[in-house]
């Protein structure tokens, strides 16, 4: 099922503005915005634990923002 423009601006606003993780997952959209990365990668970029990464890219694959391109 896809999102509609609407939906799709009230997802990523919760996901972002209305969530305390939301600064955390702005910055790994913003990263992911010009190249993918995996788990570790962002966590060294963004200078975060890897669990913390792995939450917040659980989130926002559960909320089709992104998707995984395997294992």
Known sequence: MAYSHKQIKYVLNWLIAGTRGGYMRAQIIMALK??????????????????????????????????????
């Open 34 to 71: 010009d190249s993918p990365m995996n788990a570790n990668q962002l966590a060294n970029l963004l200078g975060v634990d890897y669990r913390t990464v792995r939450h917040h890219l659980e989130i926002l694959e559960k909320n089709k923002i992104i998707t995984s391109a395997g294992e």
